[in-house]
Nanobody, 124 residues
Framework: QRQLEESGGGSVQAGGSLRLSCAGP??????IGWFRQAPGKERERVAV????????TYADSVKGRFTISQDNTKETTYLQMNNLKPEDTGMYFC???????????????????WGQGTQVTVFS
C-alpha cells in the first residue's frame, strides 16, 4: 500500500511558523486531511482539502492562522502554520481518502490511509 509521509515538524517559540509537508505519490486525486493529537487528548481534525473542487475546511481553533494547500505536481500537501500557540503542540498526521465528488470528509474514520506523524512543539 502506498504510504503517506509527513515532515516539517519541530520546536518553535510561540508566534513562530512551521510548514508541514505530506508526501503522497499517487494521492493527487485524494482528499487530504491534517489531524493532530496532543498528549492525553483525542486526535482532532485540523484541516482538510479537496483540491479537485478547490474546497477546504479548518478547525475553528486554527482559522486565520493555518493554511492547507496541495501541489499536485509534487504530490504533496502542505500545512502552513503561522502564529503558533502552545496549544498547537502535538503529533500531526496526514491522511488520505479518494474523493470523486465535492464531498469534504471530516471524521478521521473516513480516511483510509495515514502517515506516521510529525511532532510539533510550541513553547512560550
Amino acid at each position: 500500500q502506498r504510504q503517506l509521509e509527513e515532515s516539517g515538524g519541530g520546536s518553535v517559540q510561540a508566534g513562530g511558523s512551521l510548514r508541514l509537508s505530506c508526501a503522497g505519490p499517487g494521492y493527487s486525486s485524494h482528499c487530504i486531511g491534517w489531524f493532530r493529537q496532543a498528549p492525553g487528548k483525542e486526535r482532532e481534525r485540523v484541516a482538510v482539502i479537496n483540491s479537485r473542487y478547490a474546497i477546504w475546511t479548518y478547525a475553528d481553533s486554527v482559522k486565520g492562522r493555518f493554511t492547507i494547500s496541495q501541489d499536485n505536481t509534487k504530490e504533496t500537501t502542505y500545512l502552513q502554520m503561522n502564529n503558533l500557540k502552545p496549544e498547537d503542540t502535538g503529533m500531526y498526521f496526514c491522511a488520505a481518502l479518494f474523493c470523486r465528488t465535492s464531498y469534504i470528509p471530516r471524521r478521521e474514520d473516513e480516511f483510509d490511509t495515514w502517515g506516521q506523524g510529525t511532532q510539533v512543539t510550541v513553547f512560550s
